[in-house]
């Protein structure tokens, strides 16, 4: 990739001249489990020195004399004491905080327990083991985060992102392992350019940590009430508007252009909207130079969307969506930088995705709660591919140098429609049956209709009929049910107990999955927590339906499975100084691989088809150890330091284990930032923020070059290299070196607040090598390379 210089002019906006006035700092206290409001319950801003009692609703208001950053302290009767760090006082928009507690038995004892810190907590309140709350305040002031939940994720131990994408492979399995839900429903990955050539991938994802709240990130072992995924799952949380003051965001970048707003529907009810559209701006971006496309018209924009009702006895309604769009149209390359065939290529390409959907959740007497949620989600992904000609001489061979043909004459190759349409439904039952013993019983199920077309011709500029891979529509659906129990078991240990059980119908396929967990609080400063869970999940409709001679080869593979086995152990060594150690152990089994002699494995698909006949009789393993020190923001210092060291392995018909794509052995990652209260009153705050990782190379399997060089000289030139099969996955491309940059200013005003800032995503222009290509004028093997960098400078008004 070309380094450039980015050149940026801020945007001033001149606001008012008086002084920032004090600061309302408000919220909830609920139950964690039933979302019942807690009255009585005593609320102190530690630095302010300031207290308050929540009200009949839970409510309570406290005003805070000076901007910063404030430790909420919560306590309630029968109930774990809350510590809620790093909250921001600044600026005119209103600090609305969700406190939720937890339910202890020990406190009803009156034993003095540990308060649970928010940081050090996961919102899903019953799980106890490889779980991560991800706050979305952090998302904007960490270097990387982006205003993009997918990419706060990769600054924790054992998770590795992309210089080229915002896919995310977590203990070195593929991203299409991995879950996402919203509002209790799986979804899409909702990454823009998600699917369109590469599986699971994207550029940018659609969540924004404008709109989403605090949400859990859980790899390994996860709890029965989550199933089809064998690697994470991301359980994101919309957050909720403000039901008392109409506030507003206009955000201006080089990247993208975003309002926000949010207000009371009904001051009186307490109801409440959020509304967020964003439009990308990275074609333009492009043309200006500001960043790298790769010769590629790149479009996308969103929106968010939640409307909350509560009411006295019916429980609380919501209704909620998330829309996006993604497009993309390649142009011709100079042909100096033409390499090997793929250089050549021209992809146009639309992706539409839509979730819409509403929930309930009411608190039922006798200590049950019920919740619901009923939604809609598809995505509809359309590709064409073609190939610019290049010039050939009279007996068919390229001319060396390369050359255009003139006129220019744009050859189709092939092209994919892949739609799916899903109707979601899942529901939750909980009974605190005693203050040491919580049941939970739930369902989810997804009826899918698809609509797939997958089609090509046998090689690059052949003039011969398209070839016809998939070609269907239908339905099927993926259902799944559990039980879980979580006990006190005295005053330092609680276990998680519980099953699942899924059922495929296309392929008539069950699974039932005993999921278990621990976690033993050795001391004040020490914990050990202990999972095990069998998973399983369905591969994208496409993999079910490859057809070969008129044969769909798929049609009887069923789910695949893997036992997962997680260790971790805490050490606290100060409140804002933590040590984390996880060990993990996942074996695979019932893997789709490849047949006849391929070692094709599903966990290596890269691109958005299959085009493999398959069947469920391979293996994976995973493992691997992560350390992590986390230093929670004090004085303004925030940072963390981590590694991982792994190996992630398959084996096929072969039985002779090779290495996973996503192999890569090792990551390393360092994230320190250092946040300023500058100003006359200290009421405006200046962030610097970066961080650096390092990780491993991708796998690939070398290039057959001598099969190559005789495909060449026939004139015929594949669209994907002929490999040595015999060696699957046995090369490794150079490590990935990342920094990445976030510096912001905030001044605040009495009505308004404005902010200029630059984050910086890679922005030294790395390029991760993604496999092997051809070189059609030198006949050998080179690596093929992709990067973003996306430098957003933008200005912020809040008002």
Same mark, same amino acid.
């Given at each position: 990739?070309?380094?450039?210089?980015?050149?940026?002019?801020?945007?001033?906006?001149? $606001? /008012?001249?008086?002084?920032?006035?004090?600061?309302?700092? !408000?919220?909830?206290?609920?139950?964690?489990?039933?979302?019942?409001?807690?009255?009585?319950?005593?609320?102190?801003?530690?630095?302010?020195?300031?207290?308050?009692?929540?009200?009949?609703?839970?409510?309570?208001?406290?005003?805070?004399?000076? /901007?910063?950053?404030?430790?909420?302290?919560?306590?309630?009767?029968?109930?774990?004491?809350?510590?809620? +760090?790093?909250?921001?006082?600044?600026?005119?928009?209103?600090?609305?905080?969700?406190?939720?507690?937890?339910?202890?038995?020990?406190?009803?004892?009156?034993?003095?327990?540990?308060?649970?810190?928010?940081?050090?907590?996961?919102?899903?309140?019953?799980?106890?083991?490889?779980?991560?709350?991800? *706050?979305?305040?952090?998302?904007?002031?960490?270097?990387?985060?982006?205003?993009?939940?997918?990419?706060?994720?990769?600054?924790?131990?054992?998770? /590795?992102?992309?210089?080229?994408?915002?896919?995310?492979?977590?203990?070195?399995?593929?991203?299409?392992?991995?879950?996402? !839900?919203?509002?209790?429903?799986?979804?899409?990955?909702?990454?823009?350019?998600?699917?369109?050539?590469?599986?699971?991938?994207?550029?940018?994802?659609?969540?924004?940590?404008?709109?989403?709240?605090?949400?859990?990130?859980?790899?390994?072992?996860?709890?029965?009430?989550?199933?089809?995924?064998?690697?994470?799952?991301?359980?994101? +949380?919309?957050?909720?508007?403000?039901?008392? +003051?109409?506030?507003?965001?206009?955000?201006?970048?080089?990247?993208?252009?975003?309002?926000?707003?949010?207000?009371?529907?009904?001051?009186?009810?307490?109801?409440?909207?959020?509304?967020?559209?964003?439009?990308?701006?990275?074609?333009?971006?492009?043309?200006?130079?500001?960043?790298?496309?790769?010769?590629?018209?790149?479009?996308?924009?969103?929106?968010?969307?939640?409307?909350?009702?509560?009411? #006295?006895?019916?429980?609380?309604?919501? =209704?909620?969506?998330?829309?996006?769009?993604? $497009?993309?149209?390649?142009?011709?390359?100079?042909?100096? #930088?033409?390499?090997?065939?793929?250089?050549?290529?021209?992809?146009?390409?639309?992706?539409?995705?839509?979730?819409?959907?509403?929930?309930?959740?009411?608190?039922?007497?006798?200590?049950?709660?019920?919740?619901?949620?009923?939604?809609?989600?598809?995505?509809?992904?359309?590709?064409?591919?073609?190939?610019?000609?290049?010039?050939?001489?009279?007996?068919?061979?390229?001319?060396?140098?390369?050359?255009?043909?003139?006129?220019?004459?744009? @050859?189709?190759?092939?092209?994919?429609?892949?739609?799916?349409?899903?109707?979601?439904?899942?529901?939750?039952?909980?009974?605190?049956?005693?203050?040491?013993?919580?049941?939970?019983? $739930?369902?989810?199920?997804?009826?899918?209709?698809?609509?797939?077309?997958?089609?090509?011709?046998?090689?690059?500029?052949?003039?011969?009929?398209?070839?016809?891979?998939?070609?269907?529509?239908?339905?099927?659906?993926?259902?799944?049910?559990?039980?879980?129990?979580?006990?006190?078991?005295?005053?330092?240990?609680?276990?998680?107990?519980?099953?699942?059980? *899924?059922?495929?119908?296309?392929?008539?396929?069950?699974?039932?999955?005993?999921?278990?967990?621990?976690?033993?609080? @050795?001391?004040?400063?020490?914990?050990?927590?202990?999972?095990?869970?069998?998973?399983?999940?369905?591969?994208?409709?496409?993999?079910?339906?490859?057809?070969?001679?008129?044969?769909?080869?798929? +049609?009887?593979?069923?789910? /695949?499975?893997?036992?997962?086995?997680?260790?971790?152990?805490?050490?606290?060594?100060?409140?804002?100084?933590?040590?984390?150690?996880?060990?993990?152990?996942?074996?695979?089994?019932?893997?789709?691989?490849?047949?006849?002699?391929?070692?094709?494995?599903?966990?290596?698909?890269?691109?958005?088809?299959?085009?493999?006949?398959?069947?469920?009789?391979?293996?994976?393993?995973?493992?691997?150890?992560?350390?992590?020190?986390?230093?929670?923001?004090?004085?303004?210092?925030?940072?963390?330091?981590?590694?991982?060291?792994?190996?992630?392995?398959?084996?096929?018909?072969?039985?002779?284990?090779?290495?996973?794509?996503?192999?890569?052995?090792?990551?390393?990652?360092?994230?320190?930032?250092?946040?300023?209260?500058?100003?006359?009153?200290?009421?405006?705050?200046?962030?610097?923020?970066?961080?650096?990782?390092?990780?491993?190379?991708?796998?690939?399997?070398?290039?057959?070059?001598?099969?190559?060089?005789?495909?060449?000289?026939?004139?015929?030139?594949?669209?994907?290299?002929?490999?040595?099969?015999?060696?699957?996955?046995?090369?490794?491309?150079?490590?990935?070196?990342?920094?990445?940059?976030?510096?912001?200013? #905030?001044?605040?005003?009495?009505?308004? *607040?404005?902010? @200029?800032?630059?984050?910086?995503?890679? @922005?030294?222009?790395?390029?991760?090598?993604?496999?092997?290509?051809?070189?059609?004028?030198? !006949?050998?093997?080179?690596?093929?390379?992709?990067? =973003?960098?996306?430098?957003?400078?933008?200005?912020?008004?809040?008002?």
């Amino acid at each position: 990739m070309e380094r450039k210089t980015y050149l940026f002019a801020a945007l001033l906006f001149i $606001g /008012s001249m008086t002084t920032v006035e004090a600061q309302t700092l !408000r919220g909830t206290v609920t139950d964690a489990i039933s979302g019942e409001a807690l009255i009585g319950a005593t609320i102190k801003v530690v630095e302010a020195d300031k207290g308050t009692i929540s009200d009949a609703d839970g409510n309570f208001r406290i005003d805070i004399p000076q /901007s910063g950053r404030y430790t909420i302290n919560t306590s309630y009767v029968g109930y774990e004491p809350n510590v809620m +760090k790093e909250v921001l006082v600044a600026g005119v928009k209103e600090v609305v905080v969700e406190i939720q507690l937890r339910e202890n038995k020990s406190e009803l004892a009156e034993v003095i327990v540990k308060p649970r810190v928010n940081k050090a907590a996961t919102v899903n309140p019953t799980a106890l083991i490889g779980g991560v709350m991800l *706050s979305m305040e952090e998302a904007s002031r960490y270097a990387g985060g982006y205003n993009d939940p997918a990419r706060l994720v990769t600054a924790y131990p054992g998770i /590795s992102g992309a210089a080229n994408s915002s896919a995310i492979s977590v203990h070195g399995h593929a991203p299409t392992t991995m879950q996402y !839900r919203i509002e209790g429903v799986q979804i899409f990955t909702p990454n823009h350019f998600n699917d369109l050539w590469e599986a699971g991938f994207g550029m940018v994802s659609a969540l924004n940590s404008n709109v989403i709240g605090n949400s859990d990130f859980f790899t390994s072992t996860f709890n029965a009430n989550y199933s089809n995924s064998l690697s994470g799952v991301f359980d994101v +949380k919309m957050r909720t508007g403000n039901n008392e +003051k109409h506030e507003k965001i206009i955000q201006l970048g080089t990247v993208s252009e975003e309002f926000i707003a949010e207000g009371p529907l009904s001051k009186q009810h307490n109801s409440s909207y959020l509304f967020n559209v964003r439009y990308g701006f990275t074609s333009l971006a492009s043309h200006l130079g500001l960043m790298d496309s790769y010769n590629c018209d790149i479009y996308f924009n969103d929106f968010s969307l939640k409307l909350n009702f509560p009411t #006295k006895k019916a429980g609380t309604f919501s =209704i909620f969506a998330l829309g996006y769009y993604s $497009g993309s149209l390649d142009r011709r390359k100079d042909i100096s #930088k033409i390499k090997s065939i793929y250089n050549a290529i021209v992809l146009d390409d639309d992706l539409y995705a839509l979730v819409a959907g509403a929930s309930h959740r009411i608190h039922l007497a006798g200590n049950w709660t019920w919740r619901t949620t009923l939604a809609y989600n598809g995505e509809h992904a359309q590709t064409k591919q073609g190939y610019y000609s290049l010039k050939r001489s009279a007996d068919n061979v390229l001319d060396v140098p390369l050359q255009w043909e003139e006129p220019a004459k744009l @050859i189709p190759y092939g092209q994919e429609k892949l739609n799916e349409d899903r109707l979601l439904l899942n529901t939750e039952l909980s009974k605190q049956i005693t203050p040491a013993w919580l049941m939970q019983v $739930g369902a989810d199920y997804s009826h899918r209709f698809f609509r797939l077309n997958c089609s090509a011709t046998d090689y690059v500029y052949s003039t011969n009929p398209f070839t016809t891979f998939v070609d269907t529509r239908g339905n099927t659906g993926l259902g799944s049910a559990y039980w879980q129990n979580i006990l006190k078991l005295g005053n330092r240990l609680t276990v998680n107990l519980g099953v699942a059980a *899924s059922y495929f119908l296309f392929a008539k396929d069950f699974s039932l999955e005993p999921r278990v967990s621990m976690k033993w609080d @050795i001391d004040d400063r020490n914990t050990l927590s202990l999972g095990y869970g069998l998973h399983s999940m369905v591969e994208r409709m496409d993999a079910y339906f490859f057809e070969q001679n008129g044969v769909r080869t798929n +049609k009887n593979l069923g789910l /695949s499975k893997a036992h997962n086995m997680l260790v971790t152990y805490m050490h606290k060594f100060n409140d804002n100084l933590n040590l984390r150690l996880n060990t993990y152990f996942d074996y695979g089994f019932d893997t789709p691989v490849g047949i006849n002699g391929s070692t094709f494995c599903a966990v290596n698909r890269h691109y958005n088809y299959f085009n493999e006949p398959m069947v469920n009789e391979g293996n994976t393993r995973n493992y691997g150890i992560d350390v992590g020190l986390e230093h929670y923001m004090s004085r303004g210092f925030y940072g963390q330091v981590n590694g991982s060291l792994f190996q992630s392995e398959y084996r096929g018909q072969d039985k002779v284990w090779h290495p996973q794509f996503y192999n890569r052995r090792y990551m390393f990652k360092i994230l320190a930032g250092k946040e300023w209260m500058v100003g006359r009153k200290k009421q405006n705050v200046f962030n610097l923020s970066v961080k650096y990782s390092i990780q491993g190379g991708l796998r690939y399997t070398p290039i057959d070059t001598d099969a190559m060089n005789r495909m060449l000289d026939l004139g015929e030139m594949p669209d994907e290299p002929i490999v040595k099969a015999n060696e699957s996955m046995n090369g490794q491309f150079r490590p990935d070196n990342i920094v990445d940059l976030t510096v912001s200013y #905030k001044w605040n005003k009495r009505r308004v *607040s404005h902010t @200029i800032a630059f984050e910086g995503l890679n @922005i030294l222009g790395v390029e991760t090598c993604l496999f092997q290509r051809y070189d059609l004028a030198e !006949r050998r093997a080179i690596d093929h390379k992709e990067g =973003i960098s996306l430098p957003n400078f933008f200005y912020r008004l809040d008002f």
